[in-house]
C-alpha cells in the first residue's frame, strides 16, 4: 500500500504502462523511418518520419504517468534496443541524452503543461539524430582514416564540404518542426477523445 | 478462513454503492460460487479478497476483510499473492513473459525460491496439469483456451491455499472449458479453497458447495448446488442466470416465416493461409432473414472464414455471388459488415453520433436517430463509445453497420462474458435485424444462445463443410455432439 | 515447437552483448577498409558457428560488393561520387555491427536476453519496462490487422495514400484504437502482474538458467584480440 502514498516513485501499472508505449513508440518509429532509411537520398532525414508519427503516443504517455523519470526510461529502452540491433552509437547515446533533456523540460511544469510536453517531446525526437550530428562533425576524417592512400583530395574536400552544408541544420532545425506539428496533432487527439473517456488525469 | 464483515463500498467517481452490506464467511477448503448479474458485485468481492481493492482500485471502503483473524487492507498484495492466487477473464493480456515456461514460474520467481524449487514446481505443474505439448512454446502461437490454461498454470504453480477466478471461461469454447473443470476438480482434490465469479454455471454445478447468488451489491441467498436446480427455470431466468443444465435447453428459435429465395451462394470456396489449406470447397446459400451460426472446433478457420465473406481474406479460390452476380472483394466489403469479439477495434470517434458518421459524406441525420433509436442508444448520443459497456459498444456497430446500408452481417462471439439478460437481448437484437432482411452469420459455441436465436447451422471440421443443417428437434443431439456438450461433469 | 535451451554451442547474452560492445568500438577506431573487411569475416564466421549460416553467406557477399564498390568509387571524381562516399561511409561504420546484432537476435530467445538484464543488475525501473515493450510488440501486430480490417469495412483506406488525402482523420482512426486498447491492456497487465507478486521486495530469483563457458571465453578473447590490431 506504501508505494500508493509516494506520488513520485514508479509503481508497478506505471512501469507497464511505460513499457507498452514504448513499443506503440518503437512500432511507429519503424513505420516512419523505414521508407526514409531504404533510399539514400532520403536516408539522412529518417528522424523527420519518427518525429511525424509519434506524438500522439508520447504525449498521451505523459498524461498518463506524470513522474519524474518517465522519457528518461523510455530514452534508454530505446537506447538498448537499438544498440543490440547494431545501429550507430551516435543514436544510442542520442536516445539517452535527450530521453533525460526531454524529461527536465517536461517536469518543469510538472508533466501537466501541453506546450512544455510538446517542446519535450520535440527535444526527444532529436535523439535519432545522434548519429548524423556525429557524422557531420567530420565526415571526411572516416575517408583519411579508411580510405589513405588512393583518396584524392578533391573527395576529402568535397566531404568536407557536406559537413558546411546546410544538411544538418535542416536535419535538426525540420525534425523539431515536424516533432512539434505531431505534438499539436496528438494535443487535439488527446483533447477530443481521450479526456472523454476520463483517460486523463 | 476468510471473513467478510459488513462491506461496502463505492468505486472511485461512481454515486451508487457497488456493494451493501455483505456478510460472507468463507471455510478452509470450500468451493465458493458467486453468481448474479452483470455488475452485481462478484467482481467487486473477489478484488477484496486479492487486494486489488483498495491497493490498486480506489473507493470508499467501509467493513472489514479478515484472512484468518487478519485484516487483509494491512497486508501488501504481494504477501497475499503467497496465499491467493488469481486467474482473471481475458487470455491474452494476463502473460507477462513471452514464453510458457517463463510464464509459469514468473510467480515463483517473485517470490525468490531456489532454483531447484523452481524446476520443481514448473514440473509438478506441467505435470499435474497436462500441458506437455505446451511447453516450450511461444505465447503468442497458442489459442485462446491454451493461454488461459498457462495462466491457471501459473497461480498453479505458486501452490496457494486459495485461487480466485473472475469469470475465466468466458472466452472459452466448451472443450476448454471442460478442461478448466478438470482443473477445478484438481484443485478440489487437493482441498484448496476456491472462490470463483461466473456467468456460465453448468460446468461448476458438482463442484460447488455454495453458490451465492448476488443482486445489486447484497447477497440474496445462498444455494446448494440441489437447491439451485430445484428452482424452476422461469425464476432462474429472472434473477439472470444461465443455464445450469446444457441437455435440457429448449430450442426457441423459430424458422423463418417465408422461405426467401437465396441471395448469397457460396461457391467452392477454398482459404488458403501461409501455403496450408485452411478451408476446402466450402458452397452453400443462404437467403435473407436467416441467422446462420458457425461453429466448429478452435483453429478450424472460422474467422478466417468470416473474413473472407468479408472480403478481407485475400488468399482465396472460388466464388461468392450475390443476387446471382459475381463478387470482387471490394464488393464483398461493401455488402458486408464483421462485429469483432473486441469492438474497440471498430470505435474510432468521439460520440456515438460521429461513429454514425463517420467516413460518410452527407450523413443523414433523420436516418441516423431513427437507427439509434431502434436499437435503445438515443441516450447516449453523444457519449463516447469506449465508456459504453460491452453489449452496448455492439449495438453501435450495429447501428454503423445499419446506416452504412450493410445487408451481410457476421459476429463474432457476441455472447463471450455476458450474462442471461444481455444474452437475451443479443438474441432479440438478431431477430430484429433478421425481420428487417438481413442475412446474419454468427460464429459462436454458445450452446444457449444459438439454440435462441439461430435457424441454421454450418459445422467445419477437419478443413469441411461437414454439416449444414436447420436447427430443430430432430437436429438437436447432433447439434450437442458438434458442440461438444455433455462433458463428464454432466452425468 | 520447441527450442532447446541448452545447445552445445550457443553463447550466454552477456557474451553476445560484451562483443556487440566490441564491434562498435572497433568501428569507430578501425584504422583502416581492410581491417573492417577482416572484422566482417570474423563475424560471419562466427555466424556459421551460431548455425545461421545462410545469414553469414549473405551479409558476406553483400559487404563484399560495398567493399568493391567503395573502392572503386574512391578512383573517381565528382559530386555524386562524392554523395555516394558519405552515404557508403556510414554504411560501413553500421554494417558490421548490423550483421552482428542479427546474429544476436535470431540466436537469443526473448526470456534469455531479460535474464541477461537482471544479471546485469540493470534496475527493475529498466527491465520491467523493456519485458513488457517486447512482449507487447506482437500484439501491437495482432491489433493493427483488426484495426486494418475495421477500416476497409468502413471505407476508410489505412494506407499512405489515405493517409495523405485526409491525415487528421486517418490518424484518428489509427491511433485511437490502438491506444485505447493499451491502455487497457497496461491496466489488467499490471493486475495480473502484481496478484503473482511482482512488488515483491525479495531478490528475485531465475528459471532461465544463464552459464558462461569456455566458448564464450574463447571469443570473446579472439575478438578482443582484434580490436586490439586496431593500434597496432
Known sequence: MNYQKNENKFNTKDLVTIGIFTALFFVFQLI???????????????????????????????????????????????????????????????????????????????????????LAYALFCLGPTGSFVVYFIDPSGWATTMLHNGTSMEIIKGLNEIAASWILPVILIGTLLIATISGIIGKKLLKKQFEKVGMIQ | ?????????????????????????????????????????????????????????????????????????????????KRIGSVFQNPRTQFFNVDVDSEIAFGIENQGLPRKQLEQRVQTTINDLQLEKLSGMNLHDLSGGEKQKIAFA??????????????????????????????LQILKNKKKTVIIAEHRLHYLLDLADKIVYIEDGTIQNIYTSELLTALPLLQREKMGLRALDLQTIKIKNQKPAQQNDPVLAIESLSLFYKKHCI??????????????????????????????????HKKSSGKIFYHGEKM?????????????????????????????????????????????????????KDVHPHILSGGQKQRVAVAVSMICQKELLIFDEPTSGLDYDSMIQVSHLFKKLSSLNKLIFVVSHDYEFLCQCCHRIIHFDDSQLVHDFFIDNHSKELFKKILKIGGSYNE | MKKDLKQSYGLDPRTKICLLFLCVFAALVAPSLKYEFCLVVMICLLGIYQRVTRYALISFLIYFLIYKTTAILVQINGNFQVALIAFLGLIHKVYPCGILSGIMISTTRVTEFITAMYKLHIPQK???????????????????????DAMYLRDVSPSFLGFFKNPLFTAECIYVPLMMRALQTANELTVAS?????????????????????RDIFIVICFIVLTCLCFI
Open chain 2, 279 to 312: 478451408l476446402k470447397d466450402i458452397s452453400f446459400k443462404a437467403s435473407y432473414g436467416e441467422i446462420i451460426g458457425i461453429v466448429g472446433c478452435n483453429g478450424v478457420g472460422k474467422s478466417t472464414f468470416s473474413k473472407a465473406l468479408c472480403g478481407l
Open chain 3, 126 to 148: 529498466v527491465v520491467i519496462p523493456l519485458a513488457v515493450m517486447l512482449r507487447y510488440l506482437p500484439t501491437i501486430k495482432e491489433d493493427m490487422g483488426y484495426i486494418k
Open chain 2, 1 to 81: 478462513m476468510l471473513t467478510i464483515e459488513n462491506l461496502s463500498f463505492r468505486y472511485k467517481g461512481r454515486e451508487a454503492n457497488n456493494l451493501k452490506n455483505i456478510n460472507l464467511d468463507i471455510q478452509e477448503g470450500e468451493f465458493v460460487l458467486l453468481c448474479g448479474r452483470s455488475g452485481c458485485g462478484k467482481t467487486t468481492i473477489i478484488r477484496f479478497i486479492n487486494g486489488l481493492i483498495p491497493q490498486f482500485y480506489k473507493g470508499k471502503v467501509e467493513g472489514k476483510v479478515l484472512l484468518d483473524k487478519q485484516d487483509i487492507f494491512e497486508i501488501p498484495m504481494y504477501e497475499l499473492s
Open chain 3, 194 to 214: 502484481i496478484t503473482r507478486g511482482i512488488e515483491n521486495p525479495v531478490k528475485r530469483t531465475s528459471y532461465i538458467q544463464l552459464g558462461f563457458h569456455i
Open chain 2, 154 to 183: 501459473s497461480t498453479y504453480a505458486m501452490d496457494s491455499e486459495i485461487y480466485l477466478l473472475d469469470e475465466p471461461s468466458s472466452n472459452l469454447d466448451n472443450e476448454s472449458i471442460e478442461s478448466l473443470h478438470d482443473y
Open chain 1, 32 to 118: 516512419g523511418a523505414f521508407p526514409l532509411m531504404m533510399n539514400p537520398a532520403t536516408m539522412f532525414f529518417m528522424p523527420f518520419g519518427i518525429a511525424l508519427l509519434c506524438g500522439p503516443i508520447i504525449l498521451l504517455l505523459l498524461a498518463q504517468v506524470a513522474k519524474r523519470g518517465s522519457l528518461i526510461i523510455v530514452g534508454i529502452v530505446n537506447s538498448i534496443i537499438w544498440f543490440v540491433t547494431g545501429m550507430h552509437w551516435g543514436m544510442v547515446i542520442g536516445y539517452t541524452l535527450m530521453g533525460i533533456i526531454a524529461d527536465f523540460v517536461a517536469g518543469i511544469k510538472d508533466y501537466k503543461s501541453i506546450k512544455l510536453n510538446i
Open chain 2, 328 to 380: 470482387t472483394r471490394q464488393q464483398c466489403m461493401k455488402i458486408s459488415y464483421l462485429v469483432m469479439q473486441d469492438v474497440n477495434y471498430e470505435l474510432f470517434a468521439e460520440s456515438v453520433y460521429q461513429e454514425c458518421c463517420l467516413g460518410i459524406k452527407n450523413p443523414n441525420k433523420k436516418m441516423i436517430e431513427e437507427t439509434l433509436t431502434l436499437l435503445d442508444l438515443m441516450q447516449y
